[in-house]
């Protein structure tokens, strides 16, 4: 199955070393699900990537973040901040490689906030990082708060894009894996698809 992933990924100019190393991570980590599930962006999918498997192990979180911060400038941001939860185990550890400043942004009645006293200073150069996007929502409230404070979204980098190519940001993209499963409108699943409970396992 995650063979099939690779060839259809959108990155066809990745290392296709990279590539099999990534996927026996996800495959050693349990952290690719079938059945019926509902996204974040509510989007329904017949697959589910669940980074919280692979963050159980953080040899493999290591690795993972290793890889991701070999495709960035190291730089161009002088802070990582991530979106909480999915992005919190992974932001943490790449910010911990390049030696940079973490923060992150959670939820507060259903919308992202900075909290716990954190600060961005004017013009402060900050790298999103996050671990699956679909249609990038968390993604854009981050960078939306960014800007509020002041700072400037050096770049956006995420452990797996599942959005078919479709997201674009503000800040450039940095992607380590591309899984081009479809998405269904709730309102239009197909009957395989329909005859499953629906299932919000969560990232």
Do not use: W
């Amino acid at each position: 199955m995650l063979d099939a992933i690779a060839r259809c990924s959108h990155r066809p100019y990745m290392s296709d070393v990279i590539d099999q190393e990534v996927l026996q991570i996800f495959r050693d980590s349990g952290a690719l699900l079938e059945g019926h599930f509902i996204l974040r962006s509510g989007l329904r999918s017949g697959h589910f990537f669940q980074c919280a498997r692979v963050c159980e192990r953080m040899d493999k979180v290591t690795r993972l973040a290793e890889m991701l911060l070999a495709k960035i400038d190291l730089a161009s941001f002088d802070t990582v901040l991530a979106p909480a939860m999915g992005g919190l185990v992974i932001g943490q550890e790449l910010a911990r490689q390049a030696g940079k400043r973490f923060l992150f942004v959670e939820k507060v009645d259903d919308k992202l906030a900075l909290r716990r006293n954190f600060k961005i200073a004017p013009g402060e150069r900050l790298l999103v990082v996050e671990d699956v996007i679909t249609r990038g929502g968390r993604v854009n409230e981050a960078l939306n708060i960014i800007a509020a404070e002041g700072g400037t979204a050096a770049g956006v980098a995420v452990l797996v894009d599942r959005s078919e190519g479709q997201v674009s940001f503000s800040a450039p993209l940095t992607t380590l894996l591309a899984f081009s499963f479809p998405t269904y409108d709730p309102a239009n699943l197909p009957p395989e698809l329909a005859a499953i409970p629906a299932m919000k396992p969560g990232s």
